[in-house]
């Protein structure tokens, strides 16, 4: 149970750390179970144990009927939703629309 419980505690850092495009986010989830996200008060809870974060419950949604194979627009949001492979995970990364664009405005100009 310690090994398991180290590795566990090794991928939450490693989700809580990576920042799609700079600016993003990304939560691990098992089912409707948090194992990984930015905000460490999820870490190891419920999604419906957050009524109040309408992002969340919106991506939980998706991620409860299976995924999605596209990169999806939610709240202003682009949303990424990647199966781990060999588990019943899944990835899920995000970024504001406004920081992809202004990049891709920046080098429009």
Do not use: C
Not at 2 to 19: F, H, M, N, P, R
Not at 53 to 59: G, M, Y
Not at 75 to 98: A, C, E, Q
């Amino acid at each position: 149970m310690l090994a398991s419980d180290i590795y566990l505690a090794s991928i939450s850092q490693d989700v809580a750390g990576y920042k799609p495009a700079e600016f993003g986010s990304a939560i691990l989830f098992d089912g409707s179970q948090i194992i990984a996200a930015e905000n460490t008060e999820y870490v190891g809870t419920d999604v419906s144990e957050h009524p109040e974060d309408a992002l969340l419950q919106k991506i939980s949604q998706v991620v409860l009927s299976g995924g999605s194979v596209e990169v999806r627009e939610i709240d202003g949001r682009y949303v990424s939703f990647d199966p781990v492979n060999g588990t019943t995970w899944t990835m899920v990364s995000y970024v504001k629309r406004g920081d992809i664009l202004a990049a891709l405005n920046r080098f429009i100009l």
